[in-house]
């Protein structure tokens, strides 16, 4: 993200706005870090997001019909 307001509480906005997407679209145990930032002298600000793999059963149960 580039071109931003440099204002640090803006960066942690967005941060926990990303994570909180990842949980709302089924992501398990998403997490988000601020790897670059505007403010600290970056060229834009870099954002990481992380979460489980999906935990897949070994005998899925059979079909309803």
Known sequence: IEDTPREPL??????GTLERIAE????DGAR???????TQGAP?????VAW??????A???A???
């Open 10 to 15: 803006i960066c942690c906005l967005i941060e």
């Open 24 to 27: 709302l679209a089924g992501a």
């Open 32 to 38: 988000a870090r601020h790897l670059a930032c505007e």
């Open 44 to 48: 834009g600000c870099t954002f990481e």
């Open 52 to 57: 489980n793999p999906p935990v897949v059963a």
């Open 59 to 61: 005998n899925p149960p």
């Open 63 to 65: 079909a309803f019909t």
